[in-house]
């Protein structure tokens, strides 16, 4: 059975972001996984305009909105904008900074897997 889903019109489930994760008060974000298969969850993840500090997980994502740059701990930095693919490593310590509230489609490795 093929599916497809539309990234812009997803609703979200809204969260503050733990303190450590916080560098601009105020700063939220959303998720909402939308499928799980062959060892690979989907869903799709919004960060509002600030910034914020995160660690993650194998992970490729495509940017459907907004702007800013995401920074690893080397300094290696990914411009944000619609359209761009990024490429997360588990090790990878980001800074996000947000400056067009963002909204990117994510694939990650389903935990267990």
Do not use: Y
Not at 24 to 50: F, K, L, Q, Y
Request: net charge negative; hydrophobic share 40%.
């Amino acid at each position: 059975m093929i599916r497809s889903f539309q990234p812009r019109d997803v609703s979200m489930t809204w969260t503050d972001l733990p303190i450590d994760k916080v560098v601009t008060p105020g700063v939220r974000t959303g998720i909402a996984e939308m499928d799980s298969i062959s060892g690979m969850d989907v869903g799709v993840w919004e960060h509002t305009v600030g910034t914020s500090t995160d660690t993650g997980d194998d992970e490729i994502f495509v940017v459907i909105e907004g702007c800013g740059t995401v920074t690893d701990q080397h300094g290696n930095v990914i411009d944000l904008a619609p359209g761009v693919v990024g490429i997360l490593h588990p090790e990878d310590e980001t800074t996000w900074v947000i400056t067009e509230a963002l909204r990117k489609v994510w694939i990650v490795r389903a935990e267990g897997s």
